[in-house]
């Protein structure tokens, strides 16, 4: 008898390893911005601490300098 016999393609290891290559550079690249923008976000904010504290007209503001906000 005829039975029907269905064909799949198996994807190729090389261009499944390439793509989970990929996968993590990209996920690394997603970290390596996030941390790079939240060390953005922190510095910018103490910076805006500074310089509110300089702008109100205050003298002492050597204690924000030293990262104690």
Not at 19 to 45: D, K, N, P, W, Y
Request: charged share 25%; glycine share 6%; net charge neutral.
């Amino acid at each position: 008898m005829y039975s029907r016999h269905v064909w799949t393609e198996k994807p190729n290891e090389a261009a499944e390893a390439d793509r989970q290559t990929a996968s993590l550079a990209a996920m690394a690249v997603i970290l390596l911005l996030l941390v790079a923008g939240l060390f953005l976000v922190h510095e910018l904010r103490s910076k805006a601490s500074i310089e509110d504290c300089l702008m109100s007209g205050r003298r002492s503001c050597d204690r924000l300098v030293g990262g104690q906000s």
